[in-house]
C-alpha cells in the first residue's frame, strides 16, 4: 500500500480523438464493448459504486427496442464540482461515452440530465453537442442526446427520481424493484451513468482494461477525479490514482491541521485525524463520488453535522416517513442536547434513529444520512454536546 | 407460481404477489398506512418494512414483489425496531390531540400508536415548529394539516379515482404538504368535494364538516318542526358504523332511531327519487321528440343525469361548454327540500319558517349542494343541515340507543312513500333502470322486458357501462320512437366520468341518456359512507341494495301513490309551471383551475 501514494492521473481532461474512439467502439460487438468495461472493473463514479459493465449488460440483456443511456449530471453532493469542469473542459469526451454505452446497450436516445445551477454551462455545451449530432451522423449511426434541466432539488440526483423529473413529475424516487435497468426512464429499460463514469468508460475503450487495471487496487480500479475543499491550500479538482489512505491525501492538501475529512460529502463519512492512516479512499474503505472537504482544529464539528442535517431537512423529498422526520429529528435532537433541554445520552437514541433511517428509507438519500450523522457524532461527541 | 418462506412458513402465490398479501394468505397481519386497497402502491410510510434474507436494507411489503426462495422475517427485533421508530415518527409530526379529534378511535394512526408506541414517545414534537391552519373554507370538509402524515392517499384517490388533483404534493422536505393549486383555499380551487379523499384519510387531517350539534339544537328547539329525510345509500351503510357486517340493512331501525333522536317527522328521500324519474324521465322524452322530431336546436343530447352534486361541480368546473346537455332536475335531497318548505309545510299546516330540514346523506358534496344560491326555492333554504351517514351513527351514540334492539319501524307520510326504482338509485346505474322502468312503460305501456324489472346491463361494478334498448310497440304519441334504439351509458367514479364526457365532447360517443355518479359504485360509495372503503365492502352494500328493491310492494316510480298524489293535489303535472319552479335548477360555470 505504501506504494500506492498519490499518483496523478491525466484520464479524464487528457485530450483524445473523440471520433477515432468511437469509431474503434462502433467496429466492436455490444458484447465486446460490455466486456472490456467489466474487465476494467469501473464502479460508478457517483458515489454509489455500481459495476458499469454489468449495468449495460443487464440493459443489453433487455428485449425491448427502446432504450435510454441518461447521463447524470445533476451533480448535486455537497462540495462535488467535478462533474462541471468534465462538462466544461471535455464535453465531447461525455457525448462519445454515452454513445459506445448507447452502442453497447442497443440505445438510440441519450438524456442529460444538467444541474439547474450548471444552466450557464448551455450554450457551450450545446455548441459542442451539434458538432457531435453531426460527426455522428456523419459515421452513419443512429444515436442523439438531449439536455434536460434540473431545478435546483438534491433528490433528482436520485436516478429513479431524475427519471420523474424528466418525464415530467415532481421528483420523488420509486419503489425498487424494477430497477433501471428494466424498467427507467418513460418504462423503458435505461442506463442512467454519472458524467465521469460516462468518460472513464470511454478512456477504458481509447485505452483497453489491461492498461486500466494497473491503476488502482483490486475493489477499487483505476483513477478518481476529486472535489477538493474546506481548509486546503490547493482547493480545486485533482485526478488522482485509487487506493490512497487519508492520511497520504491530508499530506498532500491538508494544511497541516486537518482534524478531519468528510469523504464523500454530506452522504459520506467524516474520517478523524486518529483514522486518517488507516482509513482507504474507496469501495475497501470509505467510498466518495469525489467529495472531499478537509476541516482544521477551528471548525466546529457540531456546525458542519448542523449543517448536514439543515440540508437533509430541506433536500429529503418529504416521501417517505423516516428520511422526512428522521432529518427533524436528528437536527432538533442536537439541537436541544446542543442547549441543554436533551440529556447527552439522547445521542445514543439519534444514533438508533439514524441506523432506522439506514434499513427503512425508500431510497439512498435518507439510507445515507445516517453516514455523516454517526460518524460526527461517535468521534466527535464532546464537540455536539459542549 | 413462485415459493418463498415467511416467519419460517412456507407459502407458494402467484408470481407478481406482494409480500404483504402474501404474508395475508398465511393469516400474517403486517401493518399498513399509506396502502389502501383502492389505490396504486405508494410505500411511502415504511410502516410495513420486514426483512428480507440477504437484503442490504429492510422492503416495504406493500411494494415488494415475492421472488423464488425468498425468506421474510415479518416480526424480527430489526423489524420492530425500525417500525417502532416509524410510529414514534409519525405521531411527532401529528398533532395527537386525539380526545378532540373527530376520528378519536377511527384513526389507523392512533391504532398503530396504541401497538408500537405506548408510554413516553423518544422524540420532539414537530407540530409546534409549523405554523398550520386549519382550512374550513369547504363548506362539506375540513383540512388539517396538522394531523396529516403525508401518506398521499388523498392525493391518489384525487388523481386516480376521481380525476380532479384538487389536491397535490407540494414543497419538499420538512415542508412537504399535501396541497391546493397555489395554495389556495378549499372552497377556491377545482374541488368536487366529493369527500373521497375524507374516506381514505388514515387519520384526522381530513374530515367532513360535521353540523350534529346544529341539529341537536334545532332538535330542541320547540318552536322548530324538524323534518329529516334518509338517502337509499344510507340504510344499507349506517349497519357498518354501529357494529353490522357490511351490507347488511337496518331501514327500519334507522327510521325508528331518528324518531327517538327527536326528529318531528322522518321521512324518505326515496320519495324525491321517484318524483326524480317522473320529472327527468319526462325531460327526456321531450327532449328526445324535440330534438330527433322538431329539429329543436336549443336542447341537448345526449342528456346528462343530476342527481350527483360532486359530478355537477365537475363538469361545471371541467365541461362547462356540456352544461345544457345536464337534466334540469335537481337532486332528489333538494327536490325533497322544496317541498318540504312548501307542499309539506302545507299540509301539516306548519309557517315554512319554523320548518327545519335536514338530510341524511351519503355524501358530503351534498353538503355543498345544498349551500348553493339556487336551492332556496321555498323562499328560504331549501335544505337547512346535511349530515353524513357517519355524523348520524354519532348521533345515536351520542344519544345512547341501542340500535340492535330497537323495534323496526315505517317512515312517516306524506312524502314517506317510496318505490324500489327509488331505493336503487344509491347503486351506479339505478338511476338509469329506475328511469327505464318508468319511461318504456309511459311509451309503450308495456313494462320494460327484463325479468322481475331487473336491467342487469346496467348493473355492476364495471367503471364504464354501456346498454342499448330497443323500443317497440309504441302508443300513438311515442310513434317516432317505435323501433328506435335508445342507447345509454352510466360511469361511476369522476374517472370514468371523466371518459365518457370526454367522448362526448369530442364527438366520439353516441348516446341518449348517461348516467353518472361521482362515487365509486354510485351513493354507496359516497364520501359520508363509513369508513373504512373498499371494493368487497361496496360490492356487499350493493347486493343489499338490491334486496331492498325486491322486498318492496311497487317497483317502479310511477306506481308511487304519493307521487301521482303530489301531481294532482300541487305540482299539476310532469315539468309543469310549478315543477319547473321548485324541482328544476340551472347550472353555473366555473373556472378550470
Known sequence: MKNKGLTKVDLIFETVDVRKVIKKAFEMTSDEIIQQVLESGLKGRGGAGFPTGLKWKYTAAEKDPEKYIVCNADEGEPGTFKDREILDKVAPKVYAGMAIAGKAMGAKKGFIYLRGEYRFL???????????????????????????????????????ALFESIEGRRGEPRNKPPYPTTSGLFSKPTSINNVETLVTAMM????????????????????????????????????????????????????????????????????????????????????????????????????????????FAEESCGQCTPC?????QLLKGIEKVKKGEAKSTYLNELIKLADTMKVASKCGLGQSVGNAFKSIVENFREEVIY | MVTLKINEHEVKVAEGTTVLAAAKTLGINIPTLCNHPDLCVAGNCRVCVVEQKGARTLVASCVTPVSQGMEIQT??????????????????????????????????????ANEYSFGEHIFFDLTEDHNYVIDRS??????????????????????????????????????????????????????????????????GALTEKTYIDQVWDAIYDTDK??????????????????????GERVTGKLVTALRQLGFDSVLDTDFTADLTIIEEGTELLTRLKKVLVEGDKTLALPMFTSCSPGWIKFIEHKYPHMLPNLSTCKSPQQMFGALAKTFYADKRKLDPANVVSVSIMPCTAKKYEADRPEMRS???????????????????????????????????????????????????????????????????????????????????????KEATIKIEGTREEWKFLEGAELKVAIAHGLVNANKIAKAVSQGKAQYHFIEIMACPGGCLGG??????????????????????????????????????????????????????????THYTERESY
Open chain 1, 324 to 328: 422526512r422526520v428522521g432529518c427533524q
Open chain 1, 204 to 311: 477504458i475503450i481509447e485505452k483497453g482494461p489491461l492498461e486500466y487495471v494497473k491503476l488502482g487496487t483490486k475493489d477499487s480500479r483505476g483513477s478518481k477525479v476529486f472535489s477538493i475543499s474546506g481548509d486546503t491550500p490547493l482547493p480545486g479538482i485533482f485526478e488522482l490514482e485509487l487506493g490512497m489512505t487519508v492520511q497520504q491525501f491530508v499530506n498532500e492538501f491538508g494544511d497541516g491541521d486537518a482534524k478531519a475529512v468528510q469523504v464523500g460529502g454530506a452522504s459520506g463519512f467524516c474520517v478523524p485525524r486518529k483514522k486518517f492512516a488507516d482509513t482507504i479512499i474507496g469501495f475497501e474503505g470509505v467510498p466518495t463520488g469525489g467529495s472531499m472537504k478537509l476541516f482544521n482544529s477551528s471548525r466546529s464539528m457540531y456546525n458542519v453535522l448542523h449543517n448536514y442535517l439543515d440540508f
Open chain 2, 378 to 464: 321555498s323562499g328560504y333554504k331549501d335544505i337547512d343541515f346535511v349530515l353524513t351517514t357517519r355524523e348520524l351513527a354519532v348521533m345515536i351514540k351520542q344519544a345512547g340507543l341501542d340500535f340492535r334492539t330497537l323495534e323496526e319501524s315505517h317512515y312517516d307520510s306524506v312524502m314517506g312513500v317510496s318505490t324500489g326504482a327509488g331505493v336503487i338509485f344509491g347503486a351506479t346505474g339505478g338511476v338509469m333502470e329506475a328511469a327505464l322502468r318508468t319511461a318504456y312503460e309511459i311509451v309503450t305501456g308495456r313494462p320494460v322486458p327484463f325479468k322481475n324489472l331487473n336491467i342487469m346491463p346496467v348493473r355492476g361494478m364495471e367503471g364504464v
Open chain 2, 75 to 112: 416480526n424480527s427485533l430489526k423489524v420492530r425496531n425500525a417500525r417502532k421508530h416509524i410510529v414514534e415518527l409519525l405521531l411527532s409530526e401529528h398533532r395527537a390531540d386525539c380526545t378532540k379529534c373527530y376520528k378519536n378511535q377511527n384513526c389507523e394512526l392512533q391504532t398503530l
Open chain 1, 122 to 160: 448551455l450554450p457551450q455545451l450545446y455548441v459542442e453537442l451539434h458538432k457531435f449530432h453531426k460527426m455522428i451522423a456523419e459515421i452513419g449511426y443512429d444515436f442523439s442526446i438531449e439536455y434536460r434541466m434540473g431545478s435546483g432539488a438534491y433528490i433528482c440526483g436520485e436516478e429513479s
Open chain 2, 138 to 203: 369547504s363548506p362539506a370538509f375540513i383540512k388539517d394539516d396538522s394531523k396529516c402524515i403525508r401518506c398521499q392517499r388523498c392525493v391518489r384517490t384525487c388523481a386516480q379515482l376521481q380525476y380532479v388533483s384538487a389536491i397535490a404534493v407540494s414543497h419538499k422536505g420538512s415542508e412537504m404538504k399535501i396541497s391546493s393549486f397555489h395554495d389556495r383555499p378549499m372552497s377556491h380551487v377545482v374541488c368536487t368535494n366529493c369527500g373521497q379523499c375524507v374516506n381514505r384519510c388514515p387519520t
Open chain 2, 527 to 584: 364520501g359520508g359512507q363509513p369508513i373504512p372503503t373498499s371494493t368487497e365492502i361496496r360490492q356487499k352494500r350493493m347486493e343489499a341494495i338490491y334486496v331492498e328493491d325486491m322486498n318492496m310492494d311497487l317497483r317502479k316510480s310511477h306506481d308511487n301513490p304519493e307521487v301521482t298524489a303530489i301531481y294532482q293535489e300541487f305540482l299539476e303535472k310532469p315539468n309543469g309551471h310549478k315543477a319547473h319552479e321548485l324541482l328544476h
Open chain 2, 225 to 246: 318542526h324538524v323534518v329529516v329525510q334518509t338517502a337509499p345509500a344510507v340504510r344499507i351503510a349506517l349497519g357498518e358504523d354501529l357494529g353490522y357486517d357490511p
